[in-house]
């Protein structure tokens, strides 16, 4: 696999380190190698390389530049909120404090390149200098001219400086209308199942052979790979369920060639696992409490469906609780329920609203209410708005606005009052406290 990584700039035993730490990603890096030239060489201006999530692409970069010995500052666009930010990073890692402590308080790019042009006449550039910019899909959010400046900065400063881009987003998404220097485009495609095998078996524990935590990660891919193909996310599900994995043999009950055992022990819970997937804000910890919730569970739920308890992801059930409330519960209640003040005094309806059936409801009421009965704190991340639409598939939401109201969707509770008490006692969750009716 080293051959793949020939190059005449560099010594043959630090190209076989390279690959040895970037597996299944040879032909990537060394297509990189050749773009980037010998380190004495000018390299062309920018670079861009895109890929999904966890494809490899900061891998790469980094054990290329680190391994490689190469001057480079790599800048997280998540972490530099600001271009001021930006600029103290890139001229910090490249020329010291001195020369970051010359940028004004608020430098416009003006600022930046003067002082980098200062710098490179004291300190000019024996190899190439590289500016690694993750996330740069955020650089479309920042001032217009910062991204043109960025991709042909090598000519702005006149230093070997190549500028490269890494986003989960192509580059036709990024082109501004103005025009600019276009990038050398890299892609990094997406790992097969066997190139994912290869390197989660890598991980293995060492109590237990590499045979055994092959076969492992193999039942794991099994079940996990038609939903997930994120590298970080399986390997997050192969550490978290592996003692589980493991608990026959712990026992004595089987030996670790029982494969067929070990699959009907395991298969149970890697399915129950599913409802885990991506959703990153449910920890390790909270994983076994649900587990441990829903066995305590199990005997009062026979009477419903029981795909329906099993699949719902744990946040999921607080959405649908939410709805339920907004359905049900008077608009002017929600203070009385959900505000950490006084409680409110005040005497309900003699007509119950469970008889008039469910009211319509907009987003961000059940959002805000989601926010109050949840225990955690939870990001509103994209994930809990797609388990909103896949609420809405499974029909235990309705949505009754038209398609077109993309600013203001509403939606309307679809459960019986016994479905949502027996989700409610899963999450641990007193429906009939909050409501409206019951009081």
Known sequence: MAALLQ????EEERLLRVAQQ???REVQAGMLLSLM??????SYPSIFIYGHRASGKSHVMHVLLKELE?????????ECVSVALLFEQVLLSFFGCDAASLLPRSPSLSDFVRIYRQQCSQSPAKQTR???MEKAELLRDTDANLLPALLRLQELVEDNVTIILLSEIVWDKFRPNTGCFEPLLLHFPDYSKGELQQILSQ???PSYTAEFYSSYINILLGVFYSVCRDLRELRHLAALNFSKFCEPLAEGKVKETDTHKLWRNIEPHLKKAMQTVYLREVSSLQWEQMQQM???ESGALRGLSAHT??????????????????????????KRFFLKVDRFNFTPKNLLNHLLGPKPFPLDRLLAIFYSVVDNRVAPTASIFSQISSLVTLQLLTQVSHDDQLDAPKYKCAVSMDFICAISRTVNFDIVKYLYDFL
């Open 130 to 132: 590289y500016i690694v």
């Open 294 to 296: 829903e066995e305590k």
């Open 309 to 334: 308890h099993v699949e719902l992801p744990y946040y999921s059930k607080f959405l649908l609780i939410a709805a339920y409330l907004a359905s049900y519960n008077p608009a002017r209640t929600d």
């Open 203 to 205: 991980d293995r524990h």
């Open 37 to 42: 030239g010998q380190p004495q060489q000018y």
């Open 70 to 78: 190469l001057p480079h500052a790599t800048v997280s666009c998540v």
């Open 22 to 24: 970037m597996p299944c």
């Open 7 to 10: 190059h005449a700039g560099y």
